[in-house]
């Protein structure tokens, strides 16, 4: 299955998201991470300690991708409408992250529009850095997209520091000595049963 991890915004948790779901399909059968984007945020996360599966760049994928069941691509920010295109008719599964605030929001019916116009339909929204109650953000982005008729993940990512945590040693989010630690790679992993289903 390849599938990749996009948005038009930034900071929306792409990296975050295809780091711990390519570690989740690993866990099943050989999965790659394909690091998409020229920041090399990917790279540099697994530079610092060493992941328990392989990232290469877009220009290795080619000759590796064959040795793996799962390929995962993250990908930088704002793709333009030919890279979109690109984007789309590579993968299985486009994964659309997406933080419940207006201004993402957004920028997300934009995606979703140009994700409609190429006739692309194989996408999944996925809420991520959720505020825990008594905040009711994820709530309201959820009833939005659910009335806009989107498809998104059941299982929401919640807003932990661990997650900052773990990038900053370099490690996944559940080899970080934190309370929320397996909270956070819980949700991750609810993320693959749906990817897997
Ligand atoms: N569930 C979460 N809870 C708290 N912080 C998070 C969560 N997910 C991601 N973050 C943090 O939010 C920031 C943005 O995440 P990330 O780098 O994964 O986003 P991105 O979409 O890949 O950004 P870019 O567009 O710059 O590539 C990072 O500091 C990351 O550690
Ligand atoms: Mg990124």
């Not at 999965?31 to 990232?55: E, I, Q, Y």
């Not at 290795?60 to 930088?76: G, L, M, S, W, Y």
């Not at 295109?85 to 599964?93: M, N, Q």
């Amino acid at each position: 299955m390849i599938v990749t991890v996009a948005s038009f915004k930034g900071g929306q948790a792409k990296t975050t998201t295809a780091v711990h779901l390519t570690a989740l399909l690993n866990q099943h059968s050989p999965a790659l991470l394909v690091d998409g984007d020229p920041n090399r945020s990917a790279t540099s996360w697994n530079r610092r300690r060493g992941f328990p599966f392989k990232v290469v760049d877009e220009k290795q994928a080619v000759r590796f991708a064959k040795d793996f069941e799962h390929v995962v691509i993250d990908t930088q920010a704002r793709p333009t409408e030919e890279d979109l295109k690109a984007l789309a008719e590579g993968c299985d599964l486009l994964i659309v992250p997406l933080t419940p605030d207006a201004l993402s929001l957004d920028t997300l019916f934009l995606f979703t529009d140009a994700l409609t116009k190429l006739g692309a339909d194989r996408f999944k929204i996925l809420l991520t850095i959720v505020p825990p109650k008594p905040s009711r953000d994820g709530d309201e982005v959820l009833n939005t997209l659910r009335e806009a008729g989107l498809p998104f993940f059941q299982t929401v990512i919640r807003r932990y520091k661990v997650f900052q945590k773990a990038a900053l040693d370099g490690v996944l989010v559940k080899d970080v000595a934190d309370l929320h630690a397996a909270d956070a790679w819980a949700d991750y992993k609810a993320i693959a049963g749906e990817v897997l289903r």
